[in-house]
T-cell receptor, first 115, second 115 residues
């Protein structure tokens, strides 16, 4: 148990629909990351939150994507007007502890399939 | 920019034997961290081992050890006494000293342990 839950675990949707994913760290973390993993690839960074502030967004995050972390605890990632190319695993991660030996612990991910 | 290269798409190993998974990296950061993650078919990313760029000794965690050769920019994972449960995708990753600590992943190596 990494201390991060994600919901839903699986989502099947039709092209053009909107979807929203949620990430819930069990304990408080001031930093939170979203990654996307497509088939046969490693995860790729999408965006980063420091408390409520979204401080960095990858160019992978088109204007159809929006992420929030309203109270600095849980986070949501919404995709509007989904496309088949959005099919992927969406992973949320939080840092282990502060300091240089910090790692990132990942949630179980949400698998999205866009038909 | 950071880059991770894993040149072995797939590997086979006999149960109880040792196996080495290759990883090379490229970065301009003077300080960085290197990680290995395991991803079973269930999809979760499981942190295995961490090596800091200034660490003098190679990291070890149980049956996992990281063969760190800084001059060659390599960070190979060695799994000793392979078990059937080790069959999974393995990702090498790194974190630089800047960029909000986001992690860059390689494309992964699929390890299959043969009974």
């Amino acid at each position: 148990d990494t201390g991060v839950s994600q919901d839903p675990r699986h989502k099947i949707t039709k092209r053009g629909q909107n979807v929203t994913f949620r990430c819930d760290p069990i304990s408080e973390h001031n930093r939170l990351y979203w990654y996307r993993q497509t088939l046969g690839q490693g995860p790729e960074f999408l965006t980063y939150f420091q408390n409520e502030a979204q401080l960095e967004k990858s160019r992978l995050l088109s204007d159809r994507f929006s992420a929030e972390r309203p109270k600095g605890s849980f986070s949501t990632l919404e995709i509007q007007r989904t496309e088949q190319g959005d099919s992927a695993m969406y992973l949320c991660a939080v840092p282990s502890t502060g300091g240089w030996q910090e790692t990132q612990y990942f949630g179980p991910g949400t698998r999205l399939l866009v038909l | 920019a950071q880059k991770i290269t894993q040149t072995q798409p797939g590997m086979f190993v006999q149960e109880k034997e040792a196996v080495t998974l290759d990883c090379t990296y490229d970065t301009s950061d003077p300080s960085y961290g290197l990680f290995w993650y395991k991803q079973p078919s269930s999809g979760e990313m499981i942190f295995l081992i961490y090596q800091g760029s200034y660490d003098q000794q190679n990291a070890t965690e149980g049956r996992y050890s990281l063969n760190f050769q800084k001059a060659r920019k390599s960070a190979n994972l060695v799994i000793s006494a392979s078990q059937l449960g080790d069959s999974a995708m393995y990702f090498c990753a790194m974190r630089g000293s800047g960029g909000y600590q986001k992690v860059t992943f390689g494309t992964g190596t699929k390890l299959q342990v043969i009974p």
